[in-house]
C-alpha cells in the first residue's frame, strides 16, 4: 500500500470538518479540503480516477499542511496499548545539517529540508506500523 492509500484508509471520512457532499459524492471541507468519497481504499492507486476525474495524486498529504494537520491530530488522539498518548516528540528542530526533524513517540525520527516532508514520513511511518 502507497503511503497515500494507508492516510485514506486510516481518516476514513473523519476529517475534522462538515463532511458536506456534493453531488458526485465528495466530502467537502470548511477549510477547502475536497476528499473523493472512497469506498475502499485498499484498491486505488495513486495515480487512479475516482470516475469524476479526481486523481488520488490531489491529495496532497506530503505538501499542505491542510491535508496533513487533520491525519496528525488523529494520530494524537490514540493511545498505546499500556495507556500513553501519542504525542510529537520532536517537531520542527534542525539537525546539525539544517534538516527539519520529526518524531513520533517510540517511532524513528524523520529529517528532511522541508518540514511538512519531515512529517508526512513520519505520520506514514506511524501509519504503517499501526496497520501492521
Not at 52 to 68: A, N, T, V
Not at 112 to 125: C, H, Q, T
Amino acid at each position: 500500500m502507497t503511503n497515500t492509500q494507508i492516510i485514506i484508509k486510516f481518516m476514513s471520512y473523519e476529517w475534522g470538518c462538515t463532511h458536506k457532499t456534493d453531488k458526485y459524492g465528495y466530502h467537502q471541507c470548511e477549510e477547502g479540503v475536497t476528499i473523493p468519497a472512497l469506498k475502499n481504499p485498499d484498491i486505488h492507486k495513486e495515480d487512479d480516477f475516482d470516475g469524476h476525474g479526481f486523481s488520488f495524486k490531489q491529495l496532497k498529504f506530503s505538501s499542505d499542511w491542510k491535508f496533513l494537520m487533520p491525519v496528525i491530530e488523529k494520530i494524537l488522539s490514540l493511545k498505546f496499548e499500556d495507556g500513553e498518548n501519542y504525542y510529537l516528540r520532536t517537531f520542527g528542530m534542525k539537525d546539525e545539517n539544517n534538516n527539519y526533524m520529526v518524531r513520533i513517540n517510540r517511532h524513528q525520527l524523520f529529517t528532511e529540508k522541508n518540514l511538512i516532508k519531515s512529517a508526512y514520513l513520519a505520520v506514514s511511518d506511524c501509519l504503517r506500523r499501526l496497520s501492521n
